[in-house]
């Protein structure tokens, strides 16, 4: 039987690209035999999701919550009143997260500013926090985090978004670190280019400037972060793929990128 079945997953913004491709990629690899807690803030689209995979899997078991992680009293709410069936969680992946702008230092808007720590940062650490106890009586479970290369090599124009993500990394390690005891496994993922709905919620819907991003380039697409993140996720108990940094073929840095134009 894959290692996988009977999981619980809880998966962080999973109504779009990375989280919305683990979430297939979850119940392919466990054959359905799974269940999947979708949360972000598009319950609408956490729903047709639902209906897609159960669909395709009919024994998995999906269950679509809205959840935004930004709203850090929610996510007391969302845990506490998680469905019965749905309350013994296995693996969390926090993988909600998102940039505002391109803007310089002196020109930031605060409430850019604050939106992003809330949900990069700050929501990442309350969700763990709330599940650390129960992973923690079960001696076992699985914390994935969605780091960024932005979080290893920050670069102009993203001050704000790398120093979230070098956060997720510092915070990443520290729980690693903590945990040492235990056979919880903290495990980061850190993507290159994805193309996703990323830039456009970068550039507030400005489908012309999101493209721009991936013109000349073949970016990674969503799936290969999630067949990373179930790899990881599937291996033997004893092993911990601690850190993974993962590039297009034409990408070497947040900024060395080879343009086919
Ligand atoms: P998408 O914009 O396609 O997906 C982001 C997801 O996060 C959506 O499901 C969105 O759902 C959710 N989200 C955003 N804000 C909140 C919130 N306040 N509460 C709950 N959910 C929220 O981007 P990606 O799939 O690319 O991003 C996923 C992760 O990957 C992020 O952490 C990002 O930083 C990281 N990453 C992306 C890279 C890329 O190039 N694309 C590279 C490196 C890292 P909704 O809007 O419904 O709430
Ligand atoms: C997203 C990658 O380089 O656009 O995390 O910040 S980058």
Avoid: W
Wanted: proline share 4%.
């Amino acid at each position: 039987a894959s290692r996988l079945a009977g999981k619980t997953v809880l998966i962080t913004g999973a109504s779009s690209g990375i989280g919305r491709a683990t979430a297939f990629e979850f119940a392919n690899a466990s054959n359905g035999d799974i269940k999947l807690i979708l949360t972000a803030r598009r319950e609408a689209t956490l729903v047709s999701i639902k209906e897609e995979i159960e669909k395709a899997y009919p024994k998995s078991k999906v269950f679509p919550i809205a959840l935004d992680v930004s709203k850090l009293p929610a996510i007391d709410a969302f845990v506490d009143n998680l469905p019965e069936e749905a309350k013994d969680i296995d693996v969390l992946i926090n993988n909600a997260g998102m940039v505002h702008g391109v803007d310089q230092v002196g020109s930031i808007a605060q409430s850019d500013i604050d939106i992003m720590f809330q949900t990069n940062v700050f929501g990442l650490i309350a969700l763990t926090q709330k599940l650390l106890p129960l992973f923690k009586e079960k001696g076992k479970g699985d914390i994935v985090n969605i780091g960024s290369i932005a979080g290893r090599e920050p670069y102009p124009g993203g001050a704000i978004y790398c120093a979230t993500k070098a956060a997720v990394k510092s915070f990443t390690e520290t729980l690693r670190k903590e945990l040492i005891a235990t056979r919880i496994r903290v495990i980061e993922v850190d993507p290159g280019q994805v193309e996703t709905e990323f830039s456009v919620v970068r550039f507030r819907g400005d489908k012309g400037k999101a493209d721009a991003v991936y013109k000349g380039v073949e970016p990674l697409i969503a799936e290969d972060i999630a067949e990373v993140i179930v790899f990881a996720v599937s291996r033997r108990e004893n092993v911990v793929i601690a850190d993974t940094l993962v590039f297009p073929s034409h990408q070497a840095s947040a900024l060395i990128m080879h343009r086919k134009l």
